[in-house]
């Protein structure tokens, strides 16, 4: 079992940057792949980045490519979401998800623990 929780979401004018964490618990996190996802009201739940269990591969979604960066620290078993040059429509409840399945990376159906999400607010 792992447990995830995130934090350093907020309020954030246009063009300016966030660090989110995903600070997990239980069994040690860099056993798992790990991945960010979102969703904002009325919409289905998205893929902005994942990091595979070595660390060595990261994956993003078209809309996040070149803005946001995923990392995971394994000393401190937490994972991040360093985001730049944000946009309104980055707006939404950001997830951070685990799994030791390594089936699929970009669907929420390959993850099999989440965090309780934490709200990006980004403001034109």
């Known amino acids: 079992q792992v447990q995830l929780v995130e934090s350093g979401g907020g309020l954030v004018q246009a063009g300016g940057s966030l660090r989110l964490s995903c600070a997990a618990s239980?069994?040690?996190?860099?056993?798992?792949?790990m991945g960010w996802f979102r969703q904002a009201p009325g919409k289905e739940r998205e893929f902005v980045a994942a990091l595979s269990w070595s660390g060595a591969t990261t994956y993003y979604a078209d809309s996040v490519k070149g803005r946001f960066t995923i990392s995971r620290d394994r000393a401190k078993n937490t994972g991040y979401l360093q985001m730049n040059s944000l946009k309104p429509e980055d707006t939404a409840v950001y997830y951070c998800?685990?799994?030791?399945?390594?089936?699929?990376?970009?669907?929420?159906?390959?993850?099999?623990?989440w965090g309780q999400g934490t709200q990006v607010t980004v403001s034109s």
């Open positions: 998800a685990a799994t030791g399945r390594f089936i699929t990376l970009r669907v929420p159906a390959g993850y099999d623990y």
């Open positions: 239980g069994r040690t996190f860099s056993s798992y792949a």
